[in-house]
């Protein structure tokens, strides 16, 4: 046996395990093992891409332009971030994110989330123009409506208003029926803020 035999082995073996460490497409199942592992970890983006730095450790978001993931339906979520990965909802950091997660990853941070509990029930007030724009899908106290119609309450005014904004610009699209694209897009801007300011 020639004496470079033995690193040669050795080198190649390094080279597969570097290779597999390495590979942002195809994974490394120890950063994808969990929904947890992914939201705390970030996958195979690594820490600066981990959910929970911007949407807190408990999916609870920051209180002001990031949302609160805790307790929304897993179906929903999937569908976010196969928006963002599309280009439906345009956001340079999540697409970024979300790119770097193939569809099971997806599946499993949104079910992760879903699972977390709720830490707001309803929203702080209601008015006139909440019940007649937004009730009929998003329920009477913001708590949601089925998978499509998620929950309002617990959210961020300034993420509500952030969201009703790119809705009317088009820039957040996904809406199969075009409901939000019409509500927000008939709404003065001050309506707007003051949709908002019920979670405040």
Not at 28 to 52: K, M, Q, R, Y
Not at 102 to 111: C, F, P, Q, T, Y
Request: aromatic content about 4%.
């Amino acid at each position: 046996m020639p004496k470079s035999a033995p690193f040669l082995y050795l080198a190649a073996i390094l080279a597969t395990i570097l290779e597999g460490c390495a590979d942002p497409g195809g994974g490394n199942p120890a950063f994808t093992a969990s929904g947890e592992v992914i939201a705390l970890g970030g996958g195979d983006g690594g820490p600066t891409h981990a959910c929970a730095s911007c949407h807190g450790l408990k999916g609870e978001g920051d209180g002001r332009l990031v949302p609160r993931l805790a307790g929304l339906d897993a179906g929903y979520l999937h569908r976010q971030l196969d928006d963002y990965a599309n280009g439906r909802r345009e956001h340079a950091e999540m697409r970024a994110i979300v790119r770097r997660l193939g569809m099971e990853d997806r599946a499993k941070v949104s079910a992760y989330y879903a699972a977390l509990p709720v830490t707001a029930a309803a929203l702080p007030r209601v008015s006139p123009l909440y019940a007649a724009r937004c009730a009929q899908c998003h329920g009477p106290a913001g708590e949601g409506r089925g998978a499509g119609n998620p929950p309002l309450a617990g959210q961020p005014a300034d993420y509500v208003e952030a969201q009703l904004l790119a809705w009317r610009a088009g820039k957040r699209r996904g809406d199969g029926m075009g409901e939000m694209l019409a509500v927000s897009r008939a709404l003065a801007p001050e309506q707007v803020r003051q949709l908002a300011d019920l979670h405040r």
